[in-house]
Nanobody, 124 residues
Framework: QVQLVDSGGGLVQAGGSLSLSCAAS????????MGWFRQAPGKEREFVAAIKQNGRSTYYADSVKGRFTISRDNAKNTVYLQMNSLKPEDTAVYYC?????????????????WGQGTQVTVSS
């Protein structure tokens, strides 16, 4: 089992940057694929990015490709989401999630553990 704590959200102007972090408890962090999802008011939770256990494979939603970067540090039990060139439509609560699968998953119900979420607001 793993517990996840998201942090790093905030208010930023369009075109700005934010870096999110997700700290995991437990000694088995490196055995989980990690993902970031987001949920805007009135919308379903949507996939943003994912990274495999060894950090060598990543996958992004088309809407964030080229602007967001997911990374992980297994020694620090932490996964990151660097968000650049932010747009107002990126406004949402962002969640990190852990998955025991050895393939990248892009649907929320495939993930086993979730952080509490961190609010990202991008003003125009």
């Amino acid at each position: 089992q793993v517990q996840l704590v998201d942090s790093g959200g905030g208010l930023v102007q369009a075109g700005g940057s934010l870096s999110l972090s997700c700290a995991a408890s437990g000694r088995t962090f490196s055995s989980y694929a990690m993902g970031w999802f987001r949920q805007a008011p009135g919308k379903e939770r949507e996939f943003v990015a994912a990274i495999k256990q060894n950090g060598r494979s990543t996958y992004y939603a088309d809407s964030v490709k080229g602007r967001f970067t997911i990374s992980r540090d297994n020694a620090k039990n932490t996964v990151y989401l660097q968000m650049n060139s932010l747009k107002p439509e990126d406004t949402a609560v962002y969640y990190c999630a852990a998955d025991t699968s050895w393939v990248i998953q892009t649907t929320a119900n495939e993930y086993d553990y979730w952080g509490q979420g961190t609010q990202v607001t991008v003003s125009s």
